[in-house]
């Protein structure tokens, strides 16, 4: 992972930094599907593909109902 330090304006300390990661690429919802689908995995593109469209169907009517989503790879209010 490559990454820049960058100054820290939060503390006083004049040394301080923050570490922020570079992109090293975008990754898709096609690319996405296609890496859970890959062989070997047992997992096909058509039922990766459901669930990504489930997913987003139940994260949207749960956002709309006021609730706060809180995973390991979101969180959304």
Known sequence: MEYSL??????PT?????ARPSSIGIMGKEDLIRKISQEGTGIT???TESLFKRLET?????????????TPL???T
């Not at 960058?6 to 503390?11: D, G, I």
């Not at 139940?58 to 809180?70: E, F, H, P, Q």
């Open 6 to 11: 960058n100054k820290n304006y939060l503390t």
């Open 14 to 18: 004049p040394d301080d930094c923050v």
């Open 45 to 47: 593109s058509y039922e």
């Open 58 to 70: 139940v994260v949207i009517d749960c956002l709309k109902k006021g609730y706060a989503i809180n």
């Open 74 to 76: 979101l969180n959304m």
